[in-house]
C-alpha cells in the first residue's frame, strides 16, 4: 500500500504511513470483507440488483457497460 501511495501526486506520505500503520480503519474494513464475503462476492467491482422489497436479486461480477445494467433493471421494473 505504500508503495502505491507513493504514485499519488500530492500525498502526505507520512501522514498516509501514519494512519496506515495505526490500524485505525482495520475494524472497519474488516467488517466489510466479512460482509462482501458472506454475501458470496468474489471479487471486485461486484454490483447487487434487486427488487425494492429485496427480493429477485441478481448480481454482476466485475466491470460492464451500461447496457448490461440497464437490461437487469427494466427487466425488474418490467416484472
Excluded at 470483507?33 to 434487486?50: K, R
Aim: with cysteine; hydrophobic share 40%; proline share 6%.
Amino acid at each position: 500500500m505504500k508503495k502505491f501511495a507513493l504514485l499519488i501526486p500530492g500525498i502526505n506520505t507520512q501522514e498516509f504511513n501514519s494512519c496506515l500503520d495505526s490500524n485505525k480503519h482495520k475494524p472497519v474494513i474488516d467488517n466489510d470483507n466479512a460482509l462482501a464475503i458472506s454475501s458470496g462476492f468474489q471479487g471486485t467491482p461486484t454490483f447487487v440488483i434487486e427488487k425494492k422489497d429485496g427480493s429477485a436479486k441478481d448480481t454482476l461480477l466485475g466491470a460492464y457497460p451500461f447496457p448490461s445494467f440497464q437490461a437487469i433493471i427494466d427487466k425488474k421494473l418490467s416484472a
